[in-house]
């Protein structure tokens, strides 16, 4: 069964319409960061295919890392901490950073993240983001790249997963039947 034609999956965002929207995106960082040597820092696991894209679309110097960090949690939806689950490899003081995430929903996670990172002493922390999921914020998180606004709904692909599965998937689509 093919799982790109799953008739269970309404297709929300094309796979032209996000390669598109990238290429404009990663010109705006190449134009932006020019002569800084960024530091991307992908947060596992959704933001990879959309990391993967941005980067190639970006044609200057810059270095790579990632960030694992526990996710939603009834803990965290109280308190707001986020647990880092795999922490960077390198100190980042005096680096421009800019974090590439698949999505924000409530904004808990990447409010933490933002500030976390700026108490390393960054020289600049921003935010790339492919889908903007504002309708649920809860925390006010500064989106500097973002990729598209999207509704309220439950949204899988290019990264984005449900339990797991259609995170390979090239298009953002919306789960019809989640039992199915
Ligand atoms: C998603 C996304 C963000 C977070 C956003 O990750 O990648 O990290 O949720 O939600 P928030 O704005 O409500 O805090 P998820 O927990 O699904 O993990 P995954 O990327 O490993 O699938």
Do not use: W
Not at 14 to 40: C, F, W
């Amino acid at each position: 069964m093919s799982e790109f034609s799953n008739p269970n999956l309404e297709v929300l965002i094309s796979s032209e319409e996000i390669q598109q929207r990238i290429k404009q995106m990663g010109a705006d960082v190449a134009r932006d960061y020019a002569g800084l040597n960024p530091l991307l820092i992908g947060v596992l696991k959704g933001a990879c295919i959309f990391l993967s894209d941005l980067m190639r679309a970006a044609d200057i110097p810059l270095g790579l890392e990632f960030i694992a960090i526990s996710s939603y949690g009834a803990s965290m939806r109280t308190s707001g901490e986020v647990r880092i689950l795999k922490d960077l490899d390198v100190a980042i003081e005096g680096r421009h950073i800019l974090v590439v995430e698949d999505i924000v929903d409530t904004g808990l996670t990447l409010s933490y993240l933002l500030a976390n990172l700026k108490s390393r002493g960054a020289a600049s922390v921003k935010l790339a983001a492919l889908l903007d999921k504002f309708e649920r914020r809860e925390k006010e998180v500064p989106i500097d790249y973002l990729g598209f606004p999207i509704p309220d709904k439950f949204v899988v692909g290019y990264g984005l997963d449900f339990a797991e599965r259609y995170r390979n998937l090239p298009f953002i689509a919306v789960v019809r039947d989640p039992e199915v």
